[in-house]
């Protein structure tokens, strides 16, 4: 079956602009988990749902910072007046069930902020 | 500190070398454990999840140490293919922390 897609694969935004990142999760898992991953670095942890519900936001750099999955499947990151600093390539995961569960990731979003 | 330490390397060994990567965590709330492989420019896949009483998965050993907070990876036989970042996991409920990654080249 399609794994986790993610779109765009590639956002080039001038500094202060908005963008959306999308994530489509594999059907019927129930978590999903977005990270931000810099060069050379590991994935950082933003945020956590579990169907439509956020329940861990802690991760989330600033109030610049939105996620959303308003229907338990596929989640929406944006990113408001963007940074140079926000440059990073933005990780979807999800996975089967609430804990412990591998994570299934999609091939990011790479985000250049000019 | 970060919640999960790892050496970033570069390993660089010869095929057929034995190595072993080592990955250190803070929180000792947490419950699961594994390790990610990470090719360049792809995304994180499952390597394996780590067992208190440790696991083998072919040239695989993954060992945990709950006391000293310790994780660790061996690779026997290593092939050119085993070259990649690998990545220490550690998890608490729903929280998962990585570590920065080792990277690994297997030369010829």
């Known amino acids: 079956g399609a794994g986790v897609s993610q779109s765009p694969r590639y956002k080039v935004a001038k500094r202060g602009q908005d963008v959306a990142l999308r994530c489509d999760p594999i059907?019927?898992?129930?978590?999903l988990f977005w990270y931000q991953q810099a060069l050379g670095q590991g994935p950082e942890f933003l945020t956590y749902?579990?169907?439509?519900?956020?329940?861990?936001k802690s991760g989330l750099p600033s109030d610049r910072f939105f996620a959303e999955r308003p229907e338990g499947s596929v989640s929406t990151l944006k990113i408001q007046r963007t940074q140079q600093e926000d440059s990073a390539v933005y990780l979807c995961?999800?996975?089967?069930?609430?804990?412990?569960?591998?994570?299934?990731f999609g091939p990011g979003t790479r985000l250049t902020v000019t | 500190r970060k919640e999960v330490e790892q050496d970033p390397g570069p390993f660089n060994v010869p095929e057929g070398a034995t190595v072993a990567f080592n990955c250190t965590y803070s929180?000792?709330?947490?419950?699961?454990f594994f390790w990610y492989r990470q090719d360049c420019r792809k995304e994180p896949k499952l390597l394996m999840s780590?067992?208190?009483s440790g696991n083998e998965d072919g040239r695989f050993t993954a060992q945990l140490n709950r006391a000293s907070q310790y994780i660790s990876l061996l690779i026997r036989d290593s092939k050119l293919s085993d070259s990649a970042t690998y990545l220490c996991?550690?998890?608490?409920?729903?929280?998962?922390?990585f570590g920065a990654g080792t990277r690994l080249t297997v030369k010829p």
């Open positions: 996991v550690v998890n608490k409920v729903n929280d998962m922390r």
């Open positions: 749902f579990q169907n439509e519900a956020q329940l861990d």
């Open positions: 059907s019927g898992h129930v978590s």
């Open positions: 929180n000792s709330a947490s419950q699961s």
């Open positions: 995961a999800s996975s089967l069930g609430t804990s412990g569960y591998e994570q299934y």
């Open positions: 780590v067992y208190s």
